[in-house]
């Protein structure tokens, strides 16, 4: 059974309407990187695993793209 990703959505576009966690890509200090992650829209933030994404403008790491999790197998 093939699984159809969705397709990678801008943060400049479009945020999660929701907290619930979503897949995110980003540029990290060392590497580009995939998580899980959510936004939190009172604090203005991307988080993952208790750890807040540092801002966008300090060139350390902060998600670019974010898509739904897929269904789990």
Same mark, same amino acid.
Do not use: N
């Given at each position: *059974? #093939?699984m159809? *990703? +969705? #397709? $990678?959505? +801008?943060? /400049? #576009?479009? @945020?999660? &309407?929701? &907290?619930?966690?979503? @897949?995110? %890509?980003? =540029?990290?200090?060392?590497?580009?990187?995939?998580? %899980?992650? $959510?936004? /939190? !829209?009172? =604090?203005?933030?991307? $988080?993952? *695993?208790?750890?807040?994404?540092? /801002? %966008?403008? /300090?060139?350390? &790491?902060?998600?670019?793209?974010? !898509?739904?999790?897929?269904?789990?197998?």
């Amino acid at each position: *059974m #093939e699984m159809k *990703m +969705s #397709e $990678w959505i +801008s943060v /400049d #576009e479009r @945020l999660p &309407e929701d &907290e619930g966690e979503v @897949l995110c %890509a980003g =540029r990290g200090w060392a590497a580009p990187f995939v998580t %899980a992650c $959510w936004y /939190d !829209q009172e =604090r203005e933030g991307w $988080w993952r *695993m208790g750890s807040h994404y540092t /801002d %966008a403008h /300090d060139g350390q &790491e902060y998600p670019t793209h974010w !898509q739904p999790l897929p269904p789990p197998p």
